[in-house]
């Protein structure tokens, strides 16, 4: 085994680690924001938002997250020329990075996996309790804040753990669109030092740390959420 | 380990050992034309493809094309899935320390293809605050990173066609990769329109090599003779001529 | 109709041209490259599944050695990304193969890009159906393992009659969720080179720049795959929750 590398590229993994990390954290968060009224119109909306909001998690979750990045990337890219103005227009500094298009990939990624999962658990809320919380003479905004919402995400939370866990491990896909997030940084060392298997050793133990980590996360937040509910 | 046993003959059945003596030759699977591209009917085409037919015809070998993620082409040859790369592969000293290489079978200059709006040149003055696309395990994604990156941000590409499509949509300034496969680009109506030759980089032949080799494994002495013969026999013959003539307007194998 | 629709907009007869299945069209090798995916993903699901029942037997019932290294296998597994296992196998599975060959006084064989994308990917489904299937087993009644083994029947027999038909209702909706994963994951093999659907579309791509139409086109073909498997698999689901009286998911 040689890991005489480590000292050389370690500034380098730790940008990168960073950038799978931030990536993790914002597309999670973005993500989640579009699962709940993704979930909620597939549980509780009308028909014409209902319908909508299931197509979209029945595509997200029916096509690989690889071909949806290289067509938020390479496909989108490719009509650019037609539309000259748009490299003139303020967003044009931002539309010509690649992180832009990672994050809005993993974001919509996880807000279809999620979506599923909070119909499911805004479904699984007693119809009984809300009913109580309108008897209380509560607001339906305040019957979705104060009951509806909270006990779903409590049913939710185990899943919820488990996919960001899988959302860490989608991360590496966007080295596929020059992000430079920990894998690209290891296959960097694979190039310039042609030793294959122990940056890629490597890799697999961060990311099972991070996994780890995230488990552990959840877990706790587990624990306060529904110690408070209780 | 009985299922270990089990899972492992399950697995040598579907694979079936491919007869002993046929040479697998790995080509990158992403389309690098005019060298090796995928046409409409699933064959594999270019210049490239048909100088392994004549190689291989001439060292009386035989031959398979496999195709083979380019940035993982030298693992899938030293663990044994190729036995050999024809895949306009460059001899560096970095790569023969990995693996051995015939004699060259082409040798082309490296250029650097830009937005034609922009005023840059092949130098790292000329070149600074742009951004520059490169493949990926590349030899001039190393000379990128050795004479570009302090200066100027590197973007890693899978493939040249990705590079190249980034130039397109406008979000790098310039590529840097061989001249002639940049040239096919150039001559595609979307390479045309944005973008132009800006000049050949400063030869370092530590890094870019000594011009495009057949890659073998460490100590397969016998395949890479079999190989130079078969290259030296089609050099004096007139078929390399001849299938040169087909692509290009001069000679590639250079000085 | 169609050829009317088709002037509606310049593009969208330029794209169908580049969709066609004879060539110049490249809708031909698109389709060849999606029947590879659905090979390698229905290699992988059973070579998942033999895993998963070897691997939750092993779980519930093997040795502390056997259930320590089973509890690493699927942990790791679930833990790192697919894109790594799939690097490591797809390197370091010949090698490793051809030794396990070796020490069995066998010749070394040469691994087939398809046998390795079954290979890779199905340790990987082998992990995830150990889990599903070993929580499908627990939630068999105990008093119904306990009955067969009091009426004399082996272990193999009691499996087969009892816990295999018993667990599959269980067992059905993680399993239908796998293979799923399994038509996906097929994409990431595109990485390392085989010709599946996804890397047809990115030649194809690549060559005509036509990249927005090949890869809307190959997420289309996707989609009809896991929408198919989807009825077939809800069709399973209901035919054998009949005659469950207790089984309850």
Same mark, same amino acid.
């Given at each position: 085994?040689?890991?005489?590398?480590?000292?050389?590229? +370690?500034?380098?993994?730790?940008?990168?680690?960073?950038?799978?990390?931030?990536?993790?954290?914002?597309?999670?968060?973005?993500?989640?924001?579009?699962?709940?009224?993704?979930?909620?119109? %597939?549980?509780?909306?009308?028909?014409?938002?209902?319908?909508?909001?299931?197509?979209?998690?029945?595509?997200?979750?029916?096509?690989?997250?690889?071909?949806?990045?290289?067509?938020?990337?390479?496909?989108?890219?490719?009509?650019?020329?037609?539309?000259?103005?748009?490299?003139?227009?303020?967003?044009?500094?931002?539309?010509?990075?690649?992180?832009?298009?990672?994050?809005?990939?993993?974001?919509?990624?996880?807000?279809?996996?999620?979506?599923?999962?909070?119909?499911?658990?805004?479904?699984?809320?007693?119809?009984?309790?809300?009913?109580?919380?309108?008897?209380?003479?509560?607001?339906?905004?305040?019957?979705?804040?104060?009951?509806?919402?909270?006990?779903?995400?409590?049913?939710?939370?185990?899943?919820?753990?488990?996919?960001?866990?899988?959302?860490? /491990?989608?991360?590496?896909?966007?080295?596929?669109? #020059?992000?430079?997030?920990?894998?690209?940084?290891?296959?960097?060392?694979?190039?310039?030092?042609?030793?294959?298997?122990?940056?890629?050793?490597?890799?697999?133990?961060?990311?099972?740390?991070?996994?780890?980590?995230?488990?552990?996360?959840?877990?706790?937040?587990?624990?306060?959420?529904?110690?408070?509910?209780? | 380990?009985? /299922?270990?046993?089990?899972?492992?003959?399950?697995?040598?059945?579907?694979?079936?050992?491919?007869?002993?003596?046929?040479?697998?030759?790995?080509?990158?699977?992403?389309?690098?034309?005019?060298?090796? &591209?995928?046409?409409?009917?699933?064959?594999?085409?270019?210049?490239?493809?048909?100088?392994?037919?004549?190689?291989?015809?001439?060292?009386?070998?035989?031959?398979?094309?496999?195709?083979?993620?380019?940035?993982?082409?030298?693992?899938?040859?030293? &663990?044994?899935?190729?036995?050999?790369?024809?895949?306009?592969?460059?001899?560096?000293?970095?790569?023969?320390?990995?693996?051995?290489?015939?004699?060259?079978?082409?040798?082309?200059?490296?250029?650097?293809?830009?937005?034609?709006?922009?005023?840059?040149?092949?130098?790292?003055?000329?070149?600074?605050?742009?951004?520059?696309?490169?493949?990926?395990?590349?030899?001039?994604?190393?000379?990128?990173?050795?004479?570009?990156?302090?200066? &100027?941000?590197?973007?890693?590409?899978? #493939?040249?066609?990705?590079?190249?499509?980034?130039?397109?949509?406008?979000?790098?300034?310039?590529?840097?990769?061989?001249?002639?496969?940049?040239? +096919?680009?150039?001559? &595609?109506?979307?390479?045309?329109?944005?973008?132009?030759?800006?000049?050949?980089?400063?030869?370092?032949?530590?890094?870019?090599?000594?011009?495009?080799?057949?890659?073998?494994? /460490?100590?397969?002495?016998?395949?890479?003779?079999?190989?130079?013969?078969?290259?030296?026999?089609?050099?004096?013959?007139?078929?390399?001529?001849?299938?040169?003539?087909?692509?290009?307007?001069?000679?590639?194998?250079?000085? | 109709?169609?050829?009317?629709?088709?002037?509606?907009?310049?593009?969208?007869?330029?794209?169908?041209?580049?969709?066609?299945?004879?060539?110049?069209?490249?809708?031909?090798?698109?389709?060849?490259?999606?029947?590879?995916?659905?090979?390698?993903?229905?290699?992988?699901?059973?070579?998942?599944?033999?895993?998963?029942?070897?691997?939750?037997?092993?779980?519930?019932?093997?040795?502390?050695?056997?259930?320590?290294?089973?509890?690493?296998?699927?942990?790791?597994?679930?833990?790192?990304?697919?894109?790594?296992?799939?690097?490591?196998?797809?390197?370091?599975? #010949?090698?490793?193969?051809?030794?396990?060959?070796?020490?069995?006084?066998?010749?070394?064989?040469?691994?087939?890009?398809?046998?390795?994308?079954?290979?890779?990917?199905?340790?990987?489904?082998?992990?995830?159906?150990?889990?599903?299937?070993?929580?499908?087993?627990?939630?068999?009644?105990?008093?119904?393992?306990?009955?067969?083994?009091?009426?004399?029947?082996?272990?193999?027999?009691?499996?087969?009659?009892?816990?295999?038909?018993?667990?599959?209702?269980?067992?059905?909706?993680?399993?239908?969720?796998?293979?799923?994963?399994?038509?996906?994951?097929?994409?990431?093999?595109?990485?390392?080179?085989?010709?599946?659907?996804?890397?047809?579309?990115? %030649?194809?791509?690549?060559?005509?720049?036509?990249?927005?139409?090949?890869?809307?086109?190959?997420?289309?073909?996707?989609?009809?795959?896991?929408?198919?498997?989807?009825?077939?698999?809800?069709?399973?689901?209901?035919?054998?929750?009949?005659?469950?009286?207790?089984?309850?998911?």
């Amino acid at each position: 085994m040689r890991w005489g590398w480590i000292p050389r590229y +370690a500034p380098l993994a730790a940008e990168g680690l960073w950038r799978t990390i931030w990536l993790l954290m914002l597309s999670v968060i973005i993500g989640f924001a579009l699962a709940v009224p993704l979930g909620l119109a %597939q549980a509780a909306g009308p028909f014409w938002l209902a319908a909508p909001a299931r197509w979209f998690c029945t595509v997200i979750r029916g096509t690989p997250l690889l071909l949806q990045i290289w067509l938020l990337y390479y496909g989108l890219g490719s009509l650019f020329p037609q539309f000259p103005w748009i490299r003139q227009s303020d967003l044009w500094p931002i539309l010509r990075q690649a992180w832009p298009y990672a994050l809005l990939a993993l974001s919509l990624s996880y807000a279809g996996y999620e979506g599923e999962v909070m119909r499911g658990a805004f479904k699984s809320v007693p119809r009984g309790q809300l009913e109580a919380g309108r008897a209380f003479g509560f607001s339906r905004f305040a019957t979705f804040r104060r009951i509806w919402f909270p006990q779903a995400l409590a049913r939710a939370l185990p899943t919820l753990g488990g996919e960001t866990v899988l959302q860490l /491990k989608a991360t590496p896909l966007v080295a596929t669109i #020059t992000v430079i997030d920990i894998y690209a940084v290891a296959s960097r060392v694979r190039q310039d030092t042609f030793i294959i298997y122990e940056p890629l050793l490597l890799l697999a133990v961060i990311y099972m740390a991070v996994a780890g980590l995230i488990a552990l996360g959840f877990r706790m937040v587990e624990r306060r959420f529904v110690r408070g509910l209780g | 380990m009985k /299922k270990l046993v089990l899972t492992a003959s399950v697995l040598a059945l579907i694979a079936g050992a491919a007869a002993a003596d046929t040479v697998r030759v790995g080509i990158a699977a992403e389309p690098y034309p005019p060298f090796a &591209s995928p046409d409409a009917a699933g064959n594999w085409v270019g210049w490239e493809v048909e100088i392994i037919g004549a190689v291989c015809a001439a060292a009386e070998l035989e031959c398979e094309i496999t195709p083979t993620a380019w940035d993982g082409i030298i693992p899938a040859l030293v &663990s044994g899935q190729i036995d050999a790369i024809m895949a306009s592969m460059s001899i560096t000293e970095d790569r023969m320390q990995t693996i051995d290489f015939s004699d060259r079978y082409y040798n082309t200059p490296t250029v650097i293809v830009g937005q034609r709006e922009i005023q840059i040149d092949a130098t790292p003055e000329g070149l600074a605050g742009r951004v520059i696309g490169v493949q990926v395990s590349t030899v001039h994604q190393a000379y990128a990173q050795h004479y570009f990156e302090a200066g &100027s941000e590197l973007r890693t590409y899978q #493939t040249q066609d990705e590079a190249n499509q980034d130039l397109v949509a406008g979000r790098i300034d310039a590529t840097q990769a061989d001249s002639i496969a940049l040239d +096919a680009f150039l001559a &595609s109506p979307e390479g045309a329109a944005c973008c132009e030759v800006k000049g050949t980089v400063a030869n370092d032949e530590s890094i870019l090599g000594l011009g495009v080799g057949v890659g073998v494994r /460490k100590g397969d002495d016998a395949l890479r003779e079999a190989f130079n013969r078969g290259i030296a026999a089609i050099l004096a013959n007139g078929v390399y001529e001849q299938i040169t003539a087909q692509y290009f307007a001069s000679s590639i194998y250079g000085e | 109709m169609i050829e009317s629709l088709l002037d509606l907009w310049p593009g969208l007869r330029a794209s169908a041209n580049l969709l066609a299945l004879e060539p110049p069209g490249w809708g031909g090798n698109l389709l060849r490259g999606a029947v590879n995916s659905l090979i390698i993903a229905l290699g992988a699901f059973a070579l998942g599944l033999l895993i998963g029942i070897g691997g939750a037997l092993g779980k519930l019932g093997g040795g502390p050695v056997t259930r320590d290294l089973l509890a690493v296998y699927t942990t790791v597994v679930r833990a790192v990304p697919e894109l790594i296992l799939i690097l490591l196998l797809y390197y370091a599975g #010949t090698d490793i193969l051809n030794q396990l060959l070796a020490l069995l006084g066998q010749r070394p064989v040469e691994i087939s890009g398809l046998a390795a994308g079954i290979g890779v990917l199905g340790v990987v489904q082998g992990a995830y159906a150990t889990e599903v299937l070993r929580g499908a087993i627990q939630a068999v009644p105990k008093g119904q393992i306990e009955a067969a083994r009091a009426y004399g029947m082996s272990p193999v027999q009691v499996f087969r009659r009892v816990t295999a038909p018993a667990m599959l209702p269980l067992a059905l909706p993680g399993l239908s969720n796998l293979w799923l994963i399994a038509t996906k994951d097929t994409a990431l093999l595109a990485i390392v080179g085989f010709s599946e659907l996804t890397l047809e579309t990115r %030649q194809a791509a690549g060559s005509t720049r036509a990249y927005f139409t090949f890869f809307l086109a190959a997420g289309v073909i996707y989609l009809l795959m896991t929408l198919v498997s989807g009825r077939v698999f809800g069709w399973l689901e209901a035919r054998y929750r009949r005659g469950q009286a207790g089984a309850r998911a």
